[in-house]
């Protein structure tokens, strides 16, 4: 788990102030540990109070540490939920749960906790009715208190029995002697002292006693017995478990004169100096025991209170980190939620956590991954789709300016025939404002007839159409090829079609020209051809008419023959011109197609031999046809005599009819030379022949009986060699 | 009514005032370079105090003094402290009190006493003990005040406290070089 740095920083503080706290605290113990070595106080005192000193002070510190955590992080969700921090309400609900949890079980378990320590203290500082302790306290200071009462009654004894001594002679001390000696051995005294004043006169030991040498009585026993007439005093002996049992009493002050002090006293056995010794010393520390109660109990107060801090700072503070690890990352992913919104997607969550809250982060900021490329994309699309509009605009512009430039009118419409685009050229045509076109259906929205039928069966047509219409504009004939052709796209096929109307007449005008003055050059050419023979047969007649030849008659047989025959080809030629002339409009009627064509190709079959003709009708199905029979009939006959003249033998002639959708096509393939390529755009234009001979009327007639039935005739090369004519008619 | 609450609030707490722990009799002397003081220390002994003393238990107090100058308008001026300490200590075994008097940590004075009343008195009495020794004469009005710590308490079981008596406070004087006095 990555651990931000303010984060380490802030334990790194707590570190240092736990550890500043700590020692702080322990020289303020150490300190007052010293002050309390100087005083003269029990060790057993001085470490209780040090001990009760140190847990007050820990107490003390780690209430104001659960307080200073507490407040603060109150105070601190206080604040956040004012400034309307997002996950605050969570974090509140979260830490008072946690401090709820952690309060109510540690403060019940001090409490009882409390209960059973002080229960026990209790019974610690009962006193049991059946204690012998203070009995034996008791007997034992009976023990010391009877032998003092008993030597003061001795002491008194012999001091009323010396009284008579003059104590301070010195020849009277033998005296004295014998009276103490007979006097101990009454009593049964171990020691007899006698004092005037604080000074010693004299002293008796008992050798029984066990003790060799006196007792050193103090200074403090004789003054207190001059001034209150008897004293008692149990004196220890130094190294030794005996002690002396002694009492004093001294005789009344008299004018001044020095008092007589008389000590008894008697040695405490070992055994029983140390019997009462131990009894008195046992009571003595149940004693101080008892007056330390307070302390002691302090102490143990002291002690758990501590613990139970310990405890519920450590929990408080524990259930703290854990909201925190909670509600951090939650209130990161909320504002990161709120900055994502907002449209910053630079944004990442980072918040410590190695759990499920860490695997939500990590989805998170993946996300906002995925949004920061898909934008970009977005972006960069945007930005090519603009160049491509513009690019589109451009071409659209330049597509609109050759539209609007060429010479051919252009539509599209869709595939319901509904115009989308027109230029002008068009509507110029079609003598339509372009609001009277676009947007509509093509058929209806233009008025000829004749165009309308066209327009209809172009659109109705599945692949390209080509035909050619007259109609008057402004009282003129005109002369137009309408092209229509299907527009493809890649995905979406046929999305409708491209209608290029292009003005023929001035073309046709200019063919017509063209043809016309081909047809004089081929009529003057072929009426020119006969008038030579027949020249030169009438300057031969008129030669031997001359010499009078005698070859006169035959040469005039001859002659006349010539002059016949190239008349004869003059006038099949005038007729020829004359039945081009004079074709009329064709009637369709309903034929059968196959049998037209059977019956036609059924002439040629053995025209030439090696020469193969053949029909082909499977594909004709029924063969019913709406057709002039006899002109189709001619146009048949006319290709096959091209197609038996120029295939020579071996050859074959193949003539197939085939019905498609709403036409029939009428093929027929050789395997002559084919046509040359700069033959086939005049090869249908009348006296056009690449034979060298003939009127050159066939082909042109043959065209004009297709274009009558609004039909098209074209030519291709046929495979491998020679030439097929395709002639396809509308049904 | 009120007049009588008001003087049992006032009465009373001079009736307590009575039975309180106080310094009395606080005399000074100058001596040469010494200033010698003399106070008794009354009403410290009840059960408690006594009870611990029987025990065994080293009991005692502490008295802190203090020379003061006087300021006017201000707080005094502490010129210099001292701490008297009595502690008794009582051998069940022997039957004596032993009272150590110890100054500003120095031993000054040990007595053994076989009566408690006596033990008491050499603990409450301080009589001629020289508290504090000038190197300079301070000038201005002087003080001294005197205090006992008589122990510590705990408040709740938890919160503890020094007891102490009130301050104690000579007559102002004024020292003067090569003169003794008494007060």
């Known amino acids: ?11 790194r503080d707590n570190r240092v102030l736990f550890w500043v706290l700590t020692a702080a605290l322990l020289f303020i113990t150490a300190t007052y540990y010293v002050v309390l070595q100087g005083r003269d106080l029990d060790r057993d ?14 107490d003390a510190v780690l209430i104001l540490a659960l307080l200073f955590v507490l407040v603060r992080n109150l105070v601190k969700l206080w604040l956040e939920r004012r400034q309307r921090v997002l996950g605050s309400k969570f974090k509140t609900k979260l830490v008072a749960t946690y401090v709820l949890l952690a309060l109510l079980p540690v403060l019940l378990l001090f409490a009882y906790a409390n209960g059973l320590v002080q229960g026990s203290l209790d019974r610690l500082f009962r006193i049991p009715e059946d204690s012998l302790l203070e009995p034996g306290n008791r007997v034992a200071q009976a023990l010391t208190t009877e032998l003092q009462d008993r030597h003061r009654l001795d002491a008194r004894l012999v001091l009323e029995t010396i009284a008579g001594i003059d104590l301070a002679d010195p020849n009277q001390r033998p005296a004295l002697s014998r009276v103490l000696e007979r006097q101990r051995a009454a009593l049964g005294a171990d020691l007899l002292a006698v004092y005037e004043d604080t000074e010693f006169v004299h002293a008796l030991l008992d050798p029984a006693s066990g003790v060799a040498r006196l007792p050193e009585l103090s200074q403090t026993l004789l003054l207190e017995t001059l001034r209150e007439g008897v004293a008692q005093q149990v004196h220890a002996l130094p190294g030794r478990a005996e002690r002396w049992i002694v009492a004093a009493v001294a005789s009344p002050p008299a004018n001044g004169a020095r008092r007589t002090v008389v000590v008894a006293g008697s040695v405490l056995g070992a055994e029983l100096a140390r019997d009462t010794q131990s009894l008195v010393e046992a009571y003595q520390a149940q004693r101080q025991v008892l007056v330390q109660e307070s302390d002691f109990r302090a102490a143990s107060v002291l002690l758990l209170l501590m613990i139970t801090l310990v405890i519920l700072l450590t929990t408080i503070w524990v259930g703290l980190v854990l909201a925190r690890r909670v509600t951090v990352p939650i209130g990161a992913l909320a504002e990161g939620t709120r900055r994502i919104m907002s449209g910053d997607l630079d944004h990442r969550v980072e918040a410590p956590a190695d759990d499920e809250l860490g695997v ?19 972006e960069r699309s945007q930005g090519d789709l603009l160049v491509s509009n513009r690019q589109l605009d451009a071409e659209r512009r330049l597509m609109g300016a050759v539209l609007q430039n060429v010479a051919a009118g252009v539509v599209s419409v869709d595939q319901d ?23 509509k259906g093509l058929v209806s929205a233009v008025e000829e007839t004749a165009l309308r039928g066209l327009f209809a069966g172009a659109l109705a047509a599945p692949s390209t159409t080509r035909d050619e219409v007259r109609f008057t504009v402004d009282g003129d004939w005109k002369t137009f090829e309408v092209k229509s052709t299907p527009m493809l796209t890649e995905d979406a096929g046929v999305v409708g079609r491209v209608i290029v109307i292009e003005d023929l007449t001035e073309l046709i005008q200019a063919q017509k020209l063209a043809t016309w003055n081909e047809a004089a050059r081929r009529v003057a050419h072929e009426i020119k051809n006969p008038l030579t023979p027949i020249k030169l047969s009438a300057e031969r007649l008129l030669r031997k008419y001359r010499a009078n030849d005698p070859s006169l008659g035959s040469a005039l047989e001859t002659a006349v023959g010539t002059i016949v025959r190239e008349v004869d080809n003059m006038k099949a030629m005038v007729d020829e011109f004359a039945r081009f002339a004079r074709m009329p409009q064709p009637r369709p009627t309903g034929v059968d197609l196959r049998r037209l064509v ?11 031999p090696g020469l193969e003709v053949s029909a082909s009708l499977e594909a004709a199905g029924d063969g019913h046809a709406s057709l002039d029979p006899e002109q189709i009939r001619g146009a048949l006959i006319n290709l096959l005599d091209n197609a038996v003249e120029a295939t020579q033998a071996p050859g074959q002639i193949r003539v197939s009819a085939q019905r498609l959708d709403n036409h029939l096509r009428i093929r027929v393939a050789d395997t002559g030379p084919g046509i040359p390529a700069d033959a086939r755009d005049k090869l249908f234009m009348p006296y056009f022949s690449t034979k060298g001979r003939g009127t050159g009327l066939g082909l042109a007639i043959v065209h004009r009986i297709v274009s009558d039935h609004h039909g098209t005739i074209r030519v291709e090369d046929n495979v491998p060699h020679g030439a097929v004519f395709t002639i396809e008619l509308p049904q | 009514m009120i007049a009588a609450l008001l003087a049992v609030c006032w009465v009373a707490p001079l009736h307590a005032a009575d039975s309180r722990p106080a310094i009395r009799d606080l005399q000074i002397r100058r001596s040469d370079s010494q200033i010698r003081v003399s106070f008794q220390l009354v009403e410290a002994f009840d059960d408690e105090v006594r009870q611990r003393i029987e025990s065994g238990l080293p009991t005692g107090f502490v008295f802190e003094a203090k020379l003061e100058k006087k300021r006017r308008w201000w707080f005094n001026d502490a010129v210099l402290r001292s701490r008297i300490e009595a502690v008794a200590m009582y051998n069940a075994v022997t039957r004596e009190y032993l009272v150590n008097t110890k100054q500003d940590g120095r031993l000054i004075d040990s007595r053994v006493f076989t009566s408690l009343g006596d033990a008491q008195k050499a603990m409450s009495r301080v009589h001629d ?3 504090f020794h000038l190197d300079a004469l301070p000038r201005g009005r002087l003080t001294v005040l005197v205090r006992a710590e008589l122990g510590s308490r705990t408040l709740l079981s938890l919160f503890p406290t020094t007891v102490h008596t009130n301050w104690a406070e000579s007559e102002p004087f004024r020292l003067v070089a090569g003169r003794d006095d008494e007060s």
């Open chain 1, 598 to 608: 059977d019956e036609t190709v059924h002439l040629y079959r053995d025209i030439k």
């Open chain 1, 360 to 378: 939500l982060v990590d989805s998170f900021n993946r996300m906002t991954d995925d949004l920061q490329q898909n934008r970009a994309e977005i």
């Open chain 2, 129 to 131: 003990i020289a508290v």
């Open chain 1, 1 to 11: 788990m990555k651990v931000p740095s303010s984060v380490r920083q802030r334990l």
């Open chain 1, 45 to 58: 005192v001085v470490n209780n109070r040090v001990l009760l000193f140190f847990l007050r002070n820990v």
């Open chain 1, 417 to 439: 025939g509904t115009v989308l685009t027109c230029n002008s050229v068009a509507l110029d045509m079609l003598g339509l404002e372009p609001q009277g076109l676009i947007g």
